[in-house]
């Protein structure tokens, strides 16, 4: 069985910063990519940013320069550091994982989700 779970969530005034976390557990045979995704209310979920093995990465336009994906694989681990918020970041961010629970499975898994948002 494999758990995700996120913290670091809150409120945060606009320029603010949160920081967002995420620890896989469970069976962890190999960890592919991880991401965060968020889903602001009445929109599709839509991907923030990811990052793979190697530790490259990608961010969706609207968070680049603002937003840091990092990850620890010792830990299993992937962290969003956030800059620079704006209303338009509020949204629940969900935790995402590519990974092999097995040598014969590959599956990807989700976190629970966690609330930011962001007003003055």
């Known amino acids: 069985q494999v758990q995700l779970v996120e913290s670091g969530g809150g409120s945060v005034q606009p320029g603010g910063s949160l920081r967002l976390s995420c620890a896989a557990s469970?069976?962890?045979?190999?960890?592919?990519?991880m991401a965060w995704y968020r889903q602001a209310p009445g929109k599709q979920r839509e991907l923030v940013a990811s990052?793979?093995?190697?530790?490259?990465?990608n961010y969706a336009d609207s968070v680049k320069g603002r937003f840091t994906i990092s990850r620890d694989n010792a830990q299993n681990t992937v962290d969003l550091q956030m800059d620079s918020l704006n209303p338009e970041d509020t949204a629940v961010y969900y935790c995402?994982?590519?990974?092999?629970?097995?040598?014969?499975?590959?599956?990807?898994?989700w976190g629970q989700g966690t609330q930011v948002t962001v007003s003055s």
């Open positions: 990052i793979g093995s190697n530790s490259d990465s």
């Open positions: 995402n994982a590519d990974l092999a629970p097995s040598l014969w499975a590959r599956n990807e898994y």
């Open positions: 469970g069976r962890l045979y190999r960890i592919y990519s």
